[in-house]
Every structure is written in structure tokens, then in C-alpha cells.
């Protein structure tokens, strides 16, 4: 099977996905549940990530799913790695900040990737080894080469940002231009088309970085562990700094090991 077809059968589903969530939009909220961590959970993130299991299953039956939601034969070499509804508070809110991700991974590496915010129909697709796009146009990263008044990306939670208060004191202090903007994907698409320089991911679910890895990188870009290490995308990961691949990536690693990278991690 060649990453071509594999891409076209990620982008079918994206847009599935995605018509499910046009078809929750102003009404997410009415079926909203907590999850154990504290986050929260729609039907129609349940509805997506069944959605995945039930087409890999009829077309790549060797595959495995690893979803926020469900997975199914997680172990298995050839795996499809998914977030159905990324940035879900913003979901709720109905905000164009909430995205489907998918990336088909091999031993852990991501080699097909799509990203999709279905509300604006903005389509970010990537193959290894071939570019990434936006709807077909091709996407490449900031320069920027400074912490100084790049722009950096966070979390959207107060509490997350409270409880790590020191790191963000460091990143006033050098100046960065700090972005609550909510949704992890959301923020990828950004770093993606040159419009954030960056940003910083705490949390250790392969869902969540898995497709932003490849589409980041293959625009130019670069994605690590908050160590500044490589990392496998099919087991939890040690969080993620997402860049334009510049001075800023190495930057923003210092900053993390000097705060402590423990101290950093979240769920």
C-alpha cells in the first residue's frame, strides 16, 4: 500500500469527521461528559473515533488504531494514530479551533498525516518525504530566529499556566509574546503556516502530536520531547516543543530543563 492511497483513506475520513462535527456544532454542549482527568468529552468525539476503528478495520485489517477515546490491537507495527476532536472546550464553544487529526505510524514514526478544521474546511495534509499543504498549497514555517518577541504558544488553561508559573515567568522575561490560543492542533496549523513561532505541549498522549510531527516537520519545521529528543508516536510521549525548527526550538528546550521537564509534564 503506497502512502498516496493511505493519504487519500485520511483525508476521506477527515472529511467524515468532520461533517460530524458540523453536525454537533451549537449543540456539543448537550452531550458533554467529564473525563478522569478533568477534560471534557463529546458525543461526537466518541462518534469519530468509532468512525476510525470501524473503516481501518474494513480496509486495513493488519492496522491497529491508538484514539484518545478507543483503541484497537494499539501493538500492532502499522498503526493509525488519532485525535477526533482536538481542542473539545473550544468545540463546546463552537470556536473554529477544534480539529481532527490522524497520522498513519510505522514503528512508531509518523509517515502520512492530515489535520482538519472542518468549519472553515482548512485541509492540512503531509507524506513523508513530500512537503506539506494547506488545501493543496504548499506550507512552510516562520523564520524567526529570537525568543525575543516571537510568538509562543501555551495552554489555554489558567490553572495549567499557574501551576508552572516560573517557566512562564522565564519566557516574559525573554520577551516572547505569550499565546493562550486554545487547541494543540490548532496551534500546529499556526506554527505550520508561519503564523506562531512555536509553542510548548505539556501533556503525554501520541494523539494529541502524532500528525502535527509530521506536517511541522515537513514544512519546515521541527517537533521534539520537552528534552529536545526524538520520540516514538505510538506509546505516551514526554510532552512536545513545536517550532519553526530555529534558534527559538533550542531556546525554549533550555528554558523547560532549567524549570525541569518533570515539573513541566502534565497528564
Known sequence: MNNETLLQF???VAHEAGAIMRDYAGKARESVQTKSNNTPVTEADTKINQLLIDRVQAQFPDHGVLGEEDSLHQDRAQLWVCDPIDGTAGFILGAPTAM???AYVVDGQPQVAVMYEPLLDKMFTAIKGQGAQLNGASLHVSATDNLYHAS????????QIFARKPFFDALIEAKAFISTVPGNVFKASLVSQGLMDAFV???RGAHDIAAEKLIIEEAGGKVTSLDGEEQRYDRAIRGAVVSNGGPIHDALVKLLQD????????Y
Do not use: I, M, Q, R
Open 10 to 12: 485520511a483525508v476521506a
Open 100 to 102: 481532527f487529526s490522524l
Open 152 to 159: 509562543v504558544g501555551v495552554t489555554a488553561s489558567v490553572d
Open 201 to 203: 505541549f505539556p501533556g
Open 259 to 266: 524549570y525541569g521537564v518533570e515539573n513541566y509534564l502534565g
